[in-house]
T-cell receptor, first 117, second 112 residues
Framework: EAQVTQNPRYLITVTGKKLTVTCSQN?????MSWYRQDPGLGLRQIYY???????DKGDVPEGYKVSRKEKRNFPLILESPSPNQTSLYFC????????????????FGPGTRLTVL | GQQLNQSPQSMFIQEGEDVSMNCTSS?????WLWYKQDPGEGPVLLIA???AGELTSNGRLTAQFGITRKDSFLNISASIPSDVGIYFC????????????WGLGTSLAVNP
């Protein structure tokens, strides 16, 4: 089944304790992205990756790192989490990095609810 | 920068009612996308619109690409309880069409 998976789905941690949220897609998609969703603020893009070893900042990258060593995986790293990073996080992927006339459909994972105490 | 304004912010309706929501922008978009987020899940694409004036249906859902290219509308007919969720409009950033601009969503509650 074509899908985007995220782990963990729920995480409660404490300020300053490094954590990684994994994201994996089995659709051979080139483009992957991380969003956070907060009440009243909608979906905001954190980082995105156009292909392996190619990553770029989104709208709210501060406090986050990403890597793209393999096509299928795009982990989100919080080196020193803070309470303002408590949020619902979504990973998404789409087919192509090639500039097309029409944007490719983005497929979202089920989300990771993170609480930083 | 580009922004998308969705209204209404939330709706509470009775099962069987029709629903209308819209998305507007001060700048032109060449594509309008409507996503739905079920409770506890990630957003899923419902309808994509690529031409001004285009009207596209997906079951009980119908979306239109406004003639001015600065707005789009989503209608749901004969709502049912599983229509509950958040509906987002999105459109590609002018400089990079893999980066989407998102509206803040319309939250829909359906009373059975």
């Amino acid at each position: 089944e074509a899908q985007v998976t995220q782990n963990p789905r729920y995480l409660i941690t404490v300020t300053g304790k490094k954590l990684t949220v994994t994201c994996s897609q089995n659709m051979n998609h080139e483009y992957m992205s991380w969003y956070r969703q907060d009440p009243g603020l909608g979906l905001r893009q954190i980082y995105y990756s156009m292909n392996v070893e190619v990553t770029d900042k989104g709208d709210v990258p501060e406090g986050y790192k990403v890597s793209r060593k393999e096509k299928r995986n795009f982990p989100l790293i919080l080196e020193s989490p803070s309470p303002n990073q408590t949020s619902l996080y979504f990973c998404a992927s789409s087919l192509s990095r090639i500039r097309r006339e029409r944007p490719d459909t983005q497929y979202f994972g089920p989300g990771t609810r993170l609480t930083v105490l | 920068g580009q922004q998308l304004n969705q209204s209404p912010q939330s709706m509470f309706i009775q099962e069987g009612e029709d629903v209308s929501m819209n998305c507007t922008s001060s700048s032109i978009f060449n594509t309008w996308l409507w996503y739905k987020q079920d409770p506890g899940e990630g957003p899923v694409l419902l309808i994509a619109l690529y031409k001004a004036g285009e009207l596209t249906s997906n079951g009980r859902l119908t979306a239109q690409f406004g003639i001015t290219r600065k707005d789009s509308f989503l209608n749901i007919s004969a709502s049912i309880p599983s229509d509950v969720g958040i509906y987002f409009c999105a459109g590609p950033n002018a400089g990079n069409n893999r980066k989407l601009i998102w509206g803040l969503g319309t939250s829909l509650a359906v009373n059975p």
